[in-house]
Every structure is written in structure tokens, then in C-alpha cells.
Nanobody, 126 residues
Framework: VQLQASGGGVVHPGGSLTLSCVVSGRTLSRSVMGWFRQVPGKEREFVAARRWPGGSAVYADSVMGRFTISRDLAKNTVYLQMSSLKAEDTAVYYC????????????????????WGQGTLVTVSS
């Protein structure tokens, strides 16, 4: 399984950006996919995750109502749509895939994801 994240860039506060994560080697039809972010000197933190099919999305409190995790099954791609971006959203964003079936309470832990993309940098600055 390989994950290829892209879509990062520089955006003004209040702006929007959509990150993509192309998945190869497995199907997204039944999966748990997550997005995490990390700034230098800090631990990687949970942003959003979802189980497909039929699972509800889970979001960090800091991004609730501003970020949306979605997928395009035909493209085997997971997205993170980000809006109303703030300076504190600046980070390297990573997509991640869980090999085993997780329950919702397990979505937020880094250790529950076995496969990671290479990261894409998002900078929110005026």
C-alpha cells in the first residue's frame, strides 16, 4: 500500500485549500483513512478520519466545522477540504491508512495507522 499526498501550499487566513491522498495497492471501498498534521518540535496530531462504508467522520475540535474528509472511490483518493484557514493550521499534513478495522474511539491515535503518505506542507500566512 502506498499513499501519495498533495495539494499543500500557501494560503491567506480565511482561505481554503483541498488536500488529496491517492491510494495505491488497496481499495478504499472498505477502509479507515485519516489525516494528521505536524509542526516542528511537536507531536503529530489528529485532524480527521473516517471509516468507509457507512462510518461517520471524526474531527479534531480545532478543525470541526471547517474541515471535511471525503473520498472519490473511482479515483481511489481521499480528500481533506479545508476552509476558514487560520495561522495555527500551518503544518505538514499527512494522510494515513489503517490496515485493521478500527472503532471510532481508535481513530485519533497515530499508532493505529500502519501506512503513511509523505506529507504536504500547508502554510497559512498573510
Amino acid at each position: 500500500v502506498q499513499l501519495q499526498a498533495s495539494g499543500g501550499g500557501v494560503v491567506h487566513p480565511g482561505g481554503s485549500l483541498t488536500l488529496s491522498c491517492v491510494v495505491s495497492g488497496r481499495t478504499l471501498s472498505r477502509s479507515v483513512m485519516g489525516w494528521f498534521r505536524q509542526v516542528p518540535g511537536k507531536e503529530r496530531e489528529f485532524v480527521a478520519a473516517r471509516r468507509w462504508p457507512g462510518g461517520s467522520a471524526v474531527y479534531a475540535d480545532s478543525v470541526m466545522g471547517r474541515f471535511t474528509i471525503s473520498r472519490d472511490l473511482a479515483k481511489n483518493t481521499v480528500y481533506l477540504q479545508m476552509s476558514s484557514l487560520k495561522a495555527e493550521d500551518t503544518a505538514v499534513y499527512y494522510c494515513a491508512a489503517a490496515e485493521k478495522s478500527l472503532i471510532t474511539s481508535q481513530f485519533r491515535r497515530v499508532v493505529n495507522y500502519e501506512t503513511w503518505g509523505q506529507g504536504t506542507l500547508v502554510t497559512v500566512s498573510s
